[in-house]
């Protein structure tokens, strides 16, 4: 499979303008050499990548982030309460969150 170059585009400039420069810098420096240089060089709007990037790309991004935080914030939910139960970045078999909010 394969991921749009503009979607991982959308990805890097979303992170980019919601949480500025130094975020971005942080999601970068949990991926792979080789996904960052292609990251910060290569990557065109019509372009089409391996699918797995964009995978690495997402749980950097929930990791460094806390996307579904941010993602049920941006619907009005408050007391937002996520617990990582497992993740793969550590050993897990797979990352599982148990969520909770008001």
């Known amino acids: 499979m394969k991921v749009?170059?503009?979607?991982?585009?959308?990805?890097?400039?979303?992170v980019k303008e919601r949480f500025g420069a130094e975020k971005w810098e942080k999601v970068m420096a949990t991926l792979r050499p080789e996904d960052q240089n292609l990251l910060r060089d290569s990557v065109v709007n019509v372009g089409w990548y391996d699918f797995a990037l964009g995978e690495r790309l997402d749980r950097a991004i929930a990791t460094v982030i806390g996307w579904y935080?941010?993602?049920l914030a941006m619907l009005g939910a408050t007391g937002v309460v996520i617990l990582e139960e497992t993740c793969r970045a550590r050993g897990g078999e797979a990352?599982?969150?148990?969520?909770?909010?008001?």
């Open 4 to 14: 749009k170059g503009n979607t991982l585009k959308a990805r890097m400039a979303f």
């Open 69 to 71: 935080k941010e993602a």
């Open 95 to 102: 990352c599982r969150y148990r969520v909770s909010w008001k």
